[in-house]
Every structure is written in C-alpha cells, then in structure tokens.
C-alpha cells in the first residue's frame, strides 16, 4: 500500500498514522498532506518520523488549491484517506467561509484529481456523526440509511463533502467510502476541544466552562479504536458505501467533565462554570454499529475511563514538557 494522508497533523489523521505502524509491513509509503493550520500539531510530525522513517514525507500544501495537488504524482499511490478538515462547531459560526472553501472545495480538488490522474486509487473519506443532523433523548441512534439533517455551518460543509464523494463515486466509478464517526477524545487533539480544555484548565487550576446546563448528550469512541475501524474499512472490498462508527458510550458534557475532575481529585461544584449556549447547539449524537460490527467485526474496545486517564497522562506530559 502507499497511502496519501490528509490533514495528517491534526487530532485523528496524526493519531492514525501513529496507530497504522503496527501494520508497517503492509504500507510502503505514506504521504502526508497537512498545510499545518493553526489546528495542525507539529509533535506529531516528529512522531510521524521516528514510527516510519524513510517511508514517511511530508507535503505542506493547501487542498482547497486545485492547482497545488497538480504537484503531487498520483499514480504512485494505491489509497487515499482523506482528514483534512475545518472541524469546530463554534468557529464555523464565527467564520463559515473558512468550512466551505476548506471541507467541500477541498473535498472537491481531490476527487478531481484523482478522476484526471489515478482513477484506480481507493479514497475513504472521513466524516461526522452531525451531518444527521440530532437526536432527542430514547430516539434510536443513527444509522447508515437516515437523512441528512445538518444543523451548523460545520456539518452543513461535511455534509456536502459525503454527498461529493458518493457522487464522484457513482458518476465517474471511483472507489470510494465514506464513514461517519461520533466524537473522539485521546491525545493530540487540539486544545479547543471539551475533554482536552477540561483536562488543561483543571491542570492550571482554572474553571471548565461548560454551555448551558451540560446536558447535551454525545457518543464518545476512543482514538485509536477509531483508527483501527479506518484500517478495516481503507482494507475491505467495500465501493460506494458508508459506514457508522460510534463509541457505545454516550454521556453527557457535565457527566464528562466530572469524571475529568474526579480523576484529578477536583471537585466538580467548584471547577465548573456554566456558560451561554452557542446558537443551535444539537441535544445529542448517537450512532449505531450494526453495520460495520456485521461486516468487518469492529466494535470499540476502550473503556472510556481508561481511556480518560491515558489522555490526561498526555496532556500532564505535554504541559510538564512546555514548561
């Protein structure tokens, strides 16, 4: 396999590079394509180096430029799995045009590339639980035949990008796939993110904002039990197909951060603040697995304090490094 990357700096595609050299004698290659945006973590290119070495390269370029994927020769490459993306809720309402020209141009570029260079290369596309829009509480989770119902600048632009590849997919016969997953948590990601602002403001002894009354409900998977369902889907003989990858494990916000103050001796009552909820804010995101469980066999296997403890270690390391 020789595998193009995007957005591999950031939270999910750096993890998945790191978590995929388990299987190194499966993969000759890999090419990362990250224009290291401010969410771009640049440990991880270090990291990248030391698990793959001289099978590891790295191309700063920017994909919502048609014309800079023009450099890159893909008819060297056999897989392409595609990260890159604009991801916060809240800046997409702040600056949604940074989403649009990013997550559907982007998208876009790449199909079109590879329709004029390498129709022959397996893309999967990595997308999210929010483009079905949400869920009220006792409804059954998502699945892979429910509509799409985006409710934010952000899921409206992934949204978008799933229907350009499945597109793409059918009108010029590319092999193409498409999942969706419900909500990460593990190290590297980014510090604007619930778990990793509520790991480090309770490492400084600041208060966890938190909107609303943090009832909001969401399913959480564990990174790297993520990752290994990307390699089983990257690796089947599945075309034009979606797959549901959910955690099992829903909680809500205030549930998630007490147990964060609780694993760091905190008392939630006094290191919470509530805060005004942002607009549109969706009541919970669920997903089910029946579909990729049947058909490859993953099922998530963190259990989510466990894995809570792994990220906090992360995030104490990373703050004891910085100092």
Known sequence: MRIIVTGGLGFIGGNFINYISKYNDKVDSILNIDYCSYAANK???????????????HSPIDISWESNLEEIDWSEYTHLIHFAAESHVDNSISNPSVFIKSNIV?????LNSINRF???IRMLHVSTDEVFGFLFEGEEPFNESNRYRPSSP???????SDLLVEAWGHTFKLNTVVTNCSNNYGPYQN???????AINNL?????????ASGKNIRDWVFVEDHCEALWQVLNSQYTGESFCIGGENEKTNIEVVSEICKLLNKNPNDCIEYVKDRPGHDFRYALSNRKITSSLGWKPQ??????????????????????
Do not use: M
Request: no cysteine.
């Open 43 to 57: 440990e991880l290119l270090v990291k990248h180096r030391e698990l793959w070495g001289a099978k590891y390269s």
């Open 106 to 110: 982007g998208t876009f570029n790449l």
């Open 118 to 120: 390498n129709k022959n």
């Open 154 to 160: 952000y899921s409206a632009s992934k949204a978008s």
């Open 191 to 197: 510090k604007e993110k619930l778990i990793p602002k």
């Open 203 to 211: 490492l400084e002894d600041k208060k966890v904002p938190v909107y």
């Open 302 to 323: 963190k259990n989510f304090i466990e894995g809570l403890k792994e990220t906090i270690e992360y995030y104490r390391d990373l703050q004891t490094k910085n100092r």
